[in-house]
């Protein structure tokens, strides 16, 4: 089974920016949707973006504009690009990986993303 690990969390200010990377152990790049979702404190986890095979995209209201979603195919790696970062955006972020043929998904062990001043 695929494993993912996320790296590129950490302590930013107000209107700063982010990477995140996740890095799967073996080949995503054909059969694999992938996406980023966190959980703020207190809160479920949610969505924050995905990444078809295709590369085709799908953002939460809350960070379009600012956040930027892409895939190596050719590494198995996503990213998310963050910018003008919110105190709301704090949260742990997780990667997400699910097999086109599967309603599971893979999740890594989480990054902490904390947006103050």
């Known amino acids: 089974q695929v494993q993912l690990v996320e790296s590129g969390g950490g302590l930013v200010q107000p209107g700063g920016s982010l990477s995140l990377s996740c890095a799967a152990s073996s080949s995503i790049s054909t059969f694999y949707h992938t996406g980023w979702y966190r959980q703020p404190p207190g809160s479920e986890r949610q969505l924050v973006a995905t990444?078809?095979?295709?590369?085709?995209?799908n953002y939460a209201d809350s960070v379009k504009g600012r956040f930027t979603i892409s895939r190596d195919n050719a590494k198995s790696a996503v990213y998310l690009q963050m910018n003008s970062l919110k105190p709301e955006d704090t949260g742990v972020y997780y990667c997400?990986?699910?097999?086109?043929?599967?309603?599971?998904?893979?999740w890594g062990q989480g990054t902490q993303v904390t947006v103050s001043s």
């Open positions: 990444i078809s095979p295709g590369r085709a995209t």
């Open positions: 997400m990986a699910r097999r086109i043929s599967s309603n599971i998904p893979i």
